[in-house]
C-alpha cells in the first residue's frame, strides 16, 4: 500500500534568528537560532511519522582589526539543549538528530 504524503518533506518549519553586537561591546557579538520542524511522514505507507523536533544553536564572537587585517574568533554551539530526536537523510533513511555539539572559527583577512 501505497500513501498519500511523500516522505521527506516538513509540512511546518520555524527558523527564529537573533543577531546582537552593539558597538558598546567593542568587537564582540552573539548570536542565537531556534529551529522546529512540525512532525512528519516516515513511511510510504503514511503509518509512521517522525515526531515534531526543536534545536537551539547559541555562538559569540570577537572581531579585531589590527593595522589593516581583520580576525575573528567564533565559538558556536549547537543543539544546546542537547535535544534528541530523528531527521530524514537523503536517502530516506532516519537518523538521530546530531546531540550538542561546539565549533571554534578562527578567521584572518590578509
Do not use: C
Not at 74 to 82: A, F, P
Amino acid at each position: 500500500m501505497t500513501g498519500t504524503v511523500p516522505i521527506g518533506p516538513v509540512p511546518g518549519t520555524i527558523n527564529l534568528n537573533w543577531d546582537y553586537a552593539p558597538r558598546a561591546w567593542r568587537g564582540w557579538g552573539t548570536s542565537m537560532q531556534w529551529t522546529w520542524l512540525s512532525a512528519r511522514v516516515e513511511t510510504s505507507d503514511d503509518r509512521y511519522r517522525l515526531p515534531p523536533l526543536g534545536a537551539l544553536n547559541f555562538g559569540v564572537r570577537y572581531l579585531l582589526k589590527l593595522a589593516t587585517h581583520q580576525f575573528s574568533a567564533r565559538l558556536d554551539i549547537g543543539n544546546v539543549t542537547n535535544a534528541t530526536g530523528l531527521t530524514l537523510s537523503s536517502q530516506y533513511l532516519a537518523t538521530p538528530q546530531l546531540g550538542r555539539n561546539y565549533t571554534l572559527t578562527l578567521a584572518a583577512d590578509l
